[in-house]
């Protein structure tokens, strides 16, 4: 089965966005491909999410990301494949802003042997990680664009 994640933080705005994101769409999604995908609201979460991800046969992570290049602006859709991620959890690098525990759900997978052998983390920029419930209206905007990507992605993987 595929599994998306969407991961985050609703009290800090933009670092809501993975979270905000299942909500709105998962019903939809799951309807799109029946029992092939599952979307789930993985919060600020980590170990927990073990038993979730572990029969994935792809896994889609949604979350907001760092800036990583100048030329990149808030609402940004970026990728990172299963290797990236992997290679920045050795290097501590941190893709996103709560990439430790992301990493330590993957790590622990790694190590049990249970890790989705495709993982993608579709990524955005951020806007404002100030407190609050709400992200921003540059975020807000992206929703549909994002979605239209993950669906796409989605209909590749279950051909």
Do not use: C, W
């Not at 599952?38 to 919060?43: I, K, L, T």
């Not at 792809?58 to 100048?70: A, C, E, N, P, T």
């Not at 990680?129 to 905007?141: A, D, H, R």
């Not at 979605?147 to 279950?158: H, P």
């Amino acid at each position: 089965m595929v599994k998306v994640l969407g991961v985050g933080n609703i009290l800090m705005k933009d670092e809501g966005f993975g979270v905000r994101f299942v909500e709105r769409y998962k019903e939809e999604i799951e309807s799109l491909f029946s029992d092939k995908v599952e979307v789930v609201d993985g919060g600020t979460q980590t170990l927990p999410l073990l038993h979730y991800i572990e029969n994935a046969s792809h896994l889609f992570i949604i979350d907001v990301v760092k800036k990583s290049r100048d030329d990149q602006d808030p609402g940004d859709i970026v990728f990172f494949t299963k290797d990236e991620i992997m290679s920045s959890l050795k290097s501590r690098i941190k893709i996103t802003s709560h990439s430790g525990g992301i990493h330590e759900l993957l790590a622990t997978a790694e190590f049990e042997s249970t890790i989705p052998d495709e993982i993608e983390l579709i990524g955005i920029i951020p806007e404002d990680m100030s407190k609050g419930l709400e992200i921003s209206e540059t975020l807000k905007n992206k929703m549909q664009a994002l979605r239209d990507v993950l669906i796409g992605k989605l209909k590749e993987v279950i051909q």
